[in-house]
């Protein structure tokens, strides 16, 4: 997409991680995330990513990756939450605690689990609604042409009422609403969840477009661990708010303990990584 504002950066190394000559476009350095000023959610979290990559966030239900997103994007305090220790830097500059609004100036944008369109607005005024932070009208506009080249379904629904489509519809819509809004980077929150299989499929290889076509980074959170790692170029695993394992996402899809837990492809009846220091004791992350 065009982008309105910001310079060249230097480009990640292939495996997800930043090259050594450069910093990360985002880091998460020992982050504690508390709500309602009990419950701690998130335990000293550190993940990096880098510009121009796809880095997966994955782990069961309740493991703080949707918090993880919210505290980068600025979303916390809607919930009651707020990160109470260490920074999260974006090419740079610290920007844990401020409002979501400044955030997404800065080039992040965040595509909430469950869609959450406007359902009362038609597609064309949903995804404009997307832009509202641009100045450059003329630019945005172009964009608007650009995100009906990914989704042409929306732009043959463009007049439609949001409310009235399909679920894969929708979520066409949220992303395509991100994209109008030219990020440098966007938040996925479960972009498959209650799609039919061949949607999922199509979403992911539009996601896997955008990040090459448009140079965007993305930190994708996705149950659907099988194609977050096909797309990925880095993974992290989640268990009780902090990463348990990390690596490329090749050795990530050929781990023996991921291929069971998370691909489907061992014992069925573990759910978490939480049960590995029960039965396999060779491995230590959870030490």
């Not at 610290?94 to 369109?117: N, P, S, T």
């Not at 448009?214 to 994708?220: M, P, V």
């Not at 781990?255 to 573990?270: I, P, Q």
Request: proline share 3%; aromatic share 6%; net charge negative.
């Amino acid at each position: 997409m065009t982008r309105d504002t910001g310079g060249d950066n230097a480009t990640g190394a292939p495996n997800g991680r930043p090259s050594p000559d450069s910093a990360p476009l985002l880091r998460l350095n020992n982050i504690e995330v508390l709500y309602d000023d009990v419950i701690l959610v998130l335990r000293g979290l550190s993940l990096e990513v880098g510009e121009g990559r796809i880095a997966a966030l994955l782990g069961s239900n309740g493991a703080g990756k949707t918090t993880t997103l919210k505290a980068i994007s600025g979303l916390l305090h809607v919930e009651d939450g707020e990160v109470t220790d260490g920074t999260i830097a974006f090419d740079g500059e610290e920007i844990q605690g401020m409002d979501a609004h400044r955030i997404v100036e800065k080039g992040i944008f965040q595509v909430l689990e469950g869609r959450r369109v406007f359902e009362h607005l038609t597609v064309r005024e949903n995804l404009t609604a997307g832009a509202y932070t641009r100045r450059d009208r003329k630019a945005a506009e172009a964009d608007m042409d650009k995100v009906f080249h990914y989704f042409p379904a929306l732009a043959e629904r463009r007049r439609q009422i949001a409310g009235h489509l399909s679920g894969g519809e929708q979520q066409m819509v949220a992303l395509g609403r991100a994209l109008m809004a030219s990020p440098r980077m966007m938040l996925l929150d479960e972009p498959s969840l209650g799609l039919a299989p061949i949607l999922v499929e199509s979403i992911f290889e539009i996601i896997r477009r955008i990040n090459r076509e448009e140079g965007t980074t993305i930190l994708l959170v996705e149950q659907n661990a099988r194609l977050a790692l096909e797309v990925a170029d880095y993974g992290y695993i989640m268990e009780g708010g902090r990463v348990v394992l990390e690596g490329s996402a090749g050795e990530l899809r050929t781990n023996e303990d991921v291929r069971e837990f998370y691909l489907g492809l061992g014992d069925a009846g573990r759910r978490s990584y939480r049960d590995v220091k029960h039965y396999r004791r060779r491995k230590r992350w959870l030490s």
